[in-house]
């Protein structure tokens, strides 16, 4: 994986350049339920502006430490400017279902998610509907932390494959509609708070292209 992602930057190393923050939380109703929510901003090329506003939140429910599943709701909107620099907003909203399934390979974290996003898009006083599945995959890797992993440094790596199966026609033509990879460096402070900073590469098919971006990211998640 972090190979791919060194060959990725190098392949990609004159494309728009942007970064991303990224507040992720769950909070414990009881042994069974959790209110997951996801805060991000994104910037535009070279971080010159603010882009895109990213608010996600989701009911979950947990079968057991490593099996879960979640409906919910979320709101991306974007910022574009046309040609004389005047910004318009289009706005996307999202219901969505997934799986997800957690476990420890040693002293290592992996994490593997499903989720099946319908989406109404919203362009030029136009709405359109499309359904999307998403892939993920995602590991810690403790470095320098004690022997629980409550507490340290360690490195991440993850993949995200995105795929249009419904109505690809409404936003780029293809089933295949982008792909992040990324690698990163974080700190544990305990078992309820990570942050990370790292580097992660975006290719998303455009109707005529693709687009790919380089984004240097800071996670925070916490967990109570």
Same mark, same amino acid.
């Given at each position: #994986?972090?190979?791919f992602? !060194?060959?990725?930057?190098?392949?990609?190393?004159?494309?728009?350049?942007?970064?991303?923050l990224?507040?992720s939380h769950s $909070?414990?109703?009881? $042994?069974?339920?959790? /209110?997951?929510a996801?805060?991000?901003?994104?910037?535009?090329?070279q971080?010159?502006?603010?882009?895109?506003?990213?608010?996600?939140?989701?009911? +979950?429910?947990n079968?057991?430490?490593?099996?879960?599943?979640?409906?919910?709701?979320?709101?991306?909107?974007?910022w574009?400017?046309?040609?004389?620099?005047l910004?318009?907003?289009?706005?996307e909203?999202?219901?969505? $279902?997934q799986?997800?399934?957690?476990?420890d390979?040693?002293?290592? =974290?992996?994490?593997?998610?499903?989720?099946? =996003?319908?989406r %109404?898009?919203?362009?030029?006083?136009?709405?359109?509907f499309?359904?999307?599945?998403r892939f993920?995959?995602?590991?810690?890797?403790p470095?320098?932390?004690?022997?629980e992993?409550?507490?340290? %440094?360690?490195?991440a /790596?993850?993949?995200? !494959?995105?795929?249009?199966?419904?109505?690809? +026609?409404?936003?780029?033509?293809?089933?295949f509609?982008? +792909?992040?990879s990324?690698?990163?460096?974080?700190?544990?402070?305990?078992?309820?708070?990570?942050t990370?900073f790292?580097?992660?590469?975006?290719?998303?098919?455009?109707?005529e292209?693709y687009?790919?971006?380089?984004v240097? $990211?800071? #996670?925070?998640?916490t967990s109570?």
């Open positions: #994986m972090a190979t992602c !060194l060959i990725a930057f190098h392949t990609a190393a004159q494309t728009e350049n942007t970064g991303w990224f507040i $909070q414990k109703i009881n $042994q069974k339920f959790d /209110v997951l996801d805060l991000q901003f994104r910037s535009s090329d971080l010159s502006d603010f882009s895109a506003l990213l608010l996600r939140t989701a009911l +979950n429910y079968f057991n430490k490593h099996h879960a599943v979640a409906v919910g709701y979320a709101f991306l909107g974007k574009e400017k046309d040609d004389f620099g910004k318009t907003l289009n706005p909203n999202r219901i969505y $279902q799986y997800l399934f957690n476990t390979i040693g002293r290592t =974290e992996w994490s593997l998610r499903f989720r099946l =996003e319908q %109404l898009i919203t362009a030029e006083k136009q709405t359109n499309s359904q999307r599945a993920f995959a995602a590991a810690q890797i470095i320098v932390a004690n022997e992993f409550s507490r340290g %440094l360690y490195t /790596v993850q993949n995200e !494959l995105f795929l249009n199966v419904i109505n690809k +026609n409404n936003v780029n033509g293809s089933v509609d982008q +792909n992040r990324s690698i990163s460096l974080g700190y544990r402070w305990s078992k309820k708070i990570d990370e790292g580097y992660l590469f975006w290719t998303q098919k455009e109707e292209d687009a790919k971006t380089n240097w $990211q800071l #996670m925070i998640t109570f």
